[in-house]
């Protein structure tokens, strides 16, 4: 037999394992899901954003050809809400009365043999509507406004006395925008029911959610229900909540008897799957005049539905950003006429480290002191809500180095200094930080005949390379070249797992991913513990190594013997194991466990003339523990900053003042940064593995945006004097 030749994969560039299925189409998304005897669905949405529906006519819509059923309130059997899940509340079910909460409210779903049938028929469907007067503004008086202290609000020492004894005191109001998620794939689910057992493809980032979500409006048993997500067209948060079009897709399988295909329209992706809620943020910072922080409070009130208990936790990052004795926090929510929020690509965060990091800014600019020695100089050493060590922290390594490729020392410290032209050049930084996050997980691994090994679990890849990984992990812990390694996901028949989010998955996963492939090899050692043939006989984990397909004693490669003989000799066609992960308690390590930092240093040029604005060059330094595979990580933070830059200076959902409807519902008008508005960027890690998880991981996903719009925001000012405190950043703001 040939000998494998296994070389250590974990931290090299590695091409994507499913890229060759992607850029040749053989990559199965939802939308490219058939059956036989498939029918079409299409939504009926409000024209209004509150009231109620006096009168909802079918009889056009049922007489064209082709069309199935028309389902609506009066008609459609009631589905139960969904449960409650690590991130909240599930939205309000689909059509269970005649209230309209929200303009874009799923009225009816048509369906039909075709998809253009059903798009006629749902244009045909009529509705009488009562209205009532909508809560749209968030400053209206009416609105009832949600808090949540025990969960979301942090206090320690009384930042009030602290910010009125304060040598320097810096306040300021801070804005930003909502804005839609918009990925790539429009969101697609196909249903089909065989008698009570339901399939499902979606485009979801939680698989195991829309499981129970369905198994609950259904009343069916959890293990009825199969979701499959092996492929999803990007998500960016807005797959992390089961949304009615899933319910509804389901709902018209049932009814009809037949599997059911339900895309979104891009206008009903922006009112469907969620948004980033806009928020309106106070801070005020005190400081001393050598530039101690002495007291800081941050207070943010964010957007949420009439029916929604979501509230955005914009400020709470605040709490453990930087060294200070007296801080307080507080979030709270203001019910109104709108769809349900969801998360956003680093939800609150994003718009809390704005706030914070141009306040940081503008008191750097009262004390004249250089904006990275003010972050440096409150470094937070220890977490500052609880006093514990973090588990690591690299931060200063990230502003030092990060600055050292920027070139952070030519800046001059007075605005509207630095000038290339006609242009105005500016330069601006941030400080960033992510919290730590992990949830529950569960991952098999299998090794056949062939030596090939298997390892699975329920998750989905939403275009982070979490396939690539987690078979580059997998093949180092077992000894094996990639080639021989395969991993699965997307199919809740697979292992529990958690949803593709929160920057938790790498590091929740990749740790079930060692603990099965660990208990892999054990459970080869146990096959061989008495066999007098084996050289590993009596052998135990800490007595061997895995390398090249084989198992050896620790320091004597000749004694050992390959997976396949092994199987082979006791006639075993496959083992399997399952391994499972839970996050640590701090108390129970002695240590507060550490999310991703880092540093963006930003440059910006402006024409004072015509009030242009261009993003010409970044630089992000990220302490992400121990970096799996460079080319992803890399890739993952260049993505983020380009949402970043949207975030900046472009994205901003509109919606009418007067009736709720969203304004751009398209992306011809709903501006995203494109090729020409992307810069220089550079990426450098630093730091090294986190000891909370075996896998060392603090995960990149979210912290690839945080910190971008401040850094370009303060950058803004250093060119041209101009203070912006309201997202983003536009023409008018510079003229």
């Known amino acids: 037999?040939?000998?494998?030749?296994?070389?250590?994969?974990?931290?090299?560039?590695?091409?994507?394992?499913?890229g060759p299925a992607k850029v040749t189409g053989a990559a199965a998304y939802p939308g490219d899901v058939h059956y036989p005897d498939l029918a079409h669905a299409a939504l009926v949405r409000s024209t209004i954003a509150a009231g109620r529906v006096r009168a909802i006519t079918t009889d056009a819509a049922e007489a064209v050809p082709g069309v199935l059923a028309v389902l609506t309130h009066a008609n459609a059997p009631r589905v139960e809400r969904a449960p409650d899940t690590a991130l909240g509340a599930a939205p309000p079910p689909p059509l269970r009365d005649d209230r309209i909460i929200h303009h874009g409210q799923y009225l009816a779903v048509v369906v039909a043999e075709t998809a253009e049938a059903a798009n006629e028929a749902a244009r045909l469907v009529r509705v009488d509507y009562e209205p009532a007067e909508a809560l749209l503004d968030p400053h209206d008086p009416r609105a009832e406004t949600l808090t949540d202290p025990a969960r979301l609000d942090t206090a320690r020492g009384d930042a009030a006395t602290a910010l009125a004894s304060a040598d320097v005191l810096v306040e300021a109001t801070y804005t930003t925008p909502e804005e839609t998620n918009n990925p790539l794939g429009p969101f697609t689910t196909v249903a089909a029911w065989d008698g009570t057992a339901l399939t499902v493809h979606d485009s979801t980032q939680w698989p195991y959610a829309v499981r129970a979500a369905l198994a609950r409006?259904?009343?069916?048993?959890?293990?009825?229900?199969?979701v499959l997500a092996r492929h999803v067209g990007g998500g960016f948060g807005a797959g992390l909540r089961v949304w009615p079009h899933v319910v509804l897709a389901a709902l018209a399988a049932r009814v009809t008897g037949r599997p059911v295909r339900l895309e979104l329209t891009r206008p009903q992706m922006f009112t469907g799957v969620g948004h980033r809620p806009s928020t309106v943020q106070r801070v005020r910072i005190g400081a001393t005049r050598d530039g101690d922080?002495?007291?800081?409070?941050?207070?943010?009130?964010?957007?949420?539905?009439?029916?929604?208990?979501?509230?955005?936790?914009?400020?709470?990052?605040?709490?453990?950003?930087?060294?200070?004795?007296?801080?307080?926090?507080?979030?709270?929510?203001?019910?109104?006429?709108?769809?349900?929020?969801?998360?956003?690509?680093?939800?609150?965060?994003?718009?809390?480290?704005?706030?914070?990091?141009?306040?940081?800014?503008?008191?750097?600019?009262?004390?004249?002191?250089?904006?990275?020695?003010?972050?440096?100089?409150?470094?937070a050493d220890v977490q500052q809500t609880s006093g514990l060590p973090w588990s690591s922290n690299a931060l200063r390594d990230a502003y030092e180095q990060g600055a050292a490729r920027f070139g952070w020392h030519r800046r001059t410290p007075d605005p509207g200094s630095m000038r290339d032209g006609r242009w105005l050049v500016g330069l601006g930084m941030a400080g960033v930080t992510f919290p730590w996050y992990q949830q529950p997980c569960r991952a098999r691994a299998s090794m056949d005949l062939r030596g090939t090994a298997l390892v699975r679990s329920a998750v989905t890849d939403i275009g982070t390379g979490t396939a690539?990984?987690?078979?580059?992990?997998?093949?180092d812990l077992l000894g094996l070249p990639l080639a021989r390694v395969r991993f699965d996901l997307g199919d809740t028949d697979m292992p529990m797992a958690p949803q593709a989010g929160g920057s938790g998955l790498t590091g929740a996963l990749g740790s079930a991913v060692h603990a099965a492939c660990r208990q892999l090899v054990e459970a080869f050692?146990?096959?061989?513990?008495?066999?007098?043939?084996?050289?590993?006989?009596?052998?135990g984990p800490a007595d061997v190594t895995v390398a090249e397909g084989r198992i050896h004693r620790t320091g004597q490669p000749a004694l050992g013997e390959s997976y396949t003989d092994i199987l082979a000799r006791h006639g075993v066609h496959e083992l399997t194991a399952d391994g499972d992960s839970a996050p640590p308690r701090p108390e129970d390590i002695g240590m507060a466990p550490a999310g991703a930092f880092g540093a963006r240093f930003v440059e910006v040029r402006v024409d004072p003339s015509l009030g242009l604005l261009r993003v010409s060059r970044v630089v992000t330094a990220v302490d992400a523990g121990r970096v799996l595979n460079a080319k992803t990580a890399t890739s993952q933070i260049v993505g983020?900053?380009?949402?970043?830059?949207?975030?900046?200076?472009?994205?901003?959902?509109?919606?009418?003042?007067?009736?709720?409807r969203v304004a751009d519902a398209t992306l011809g008008d709903y501006l995203v940064p494109v090729h020409a508005d992307v810069p220089e960027m550079e990426v450098l890690f630093v730091g090294g593995p986190d000891p909370v998880n075996p896998a060392g991981t603090k995960g990149v996903g979210e912290i690839g945006l945080v910190g971008v719009a401040a850094a370009v925001a303060n950058a803004v000012f250093h060119a041209t004097g101009r203070r912006v405190r309201d997202l983003p950043i536009t023409v008018e703001d510079l003229l």
């Open 293 to 379: 922080l002495v007291g800081v409070e941050h207070e943010s009130t964010s957007v949420t539905a009439i029916e929604d208990d979501t509230i955005e936790p914009a400020a709470a990052g605040t709490s453990n950003a930087y060294a200070c004795p007296n801080v307080a926090t507080r979030d709270r929510a203001v019910r109104l006429h709108l769809p349900s929020p969801g998360p956003m690509r680093a939800p609150g965060e994003a718009q809390g480290n704005f706030a914070l990091e141009c306040a940081l800014d503008e008191l750097a600019h009262e004390l004249r002191m250089d904006p990275l020695q003010l972050r440096l100089r409150n470094h």
């Open 640 to 660: 983020g900053t380009v949402g970043g830059i949207g975030m900046a200076l472009m994205e901003r959902t509109e919606r009418d003042p007067g009736t709720g």
């Open 525 to 539: 050692l146990d096959l061989v513990w008495d066999d007098p043939g084996s050289p590993l006989r009596g052998l």
């Open 468 to 475: 690539t990984v987690m078979t580059q992990l997998a093949a």
């Open 217 to 226: 409006a259904f009343d069916v048993p959890e293990n009825g229900v199969q």
């Open 1 to 18: 037999m040939t000998t494998l030749r296994h070389v250590p994969s974990v931290g090299a560039g590695v091409d994507r394992v499913d």
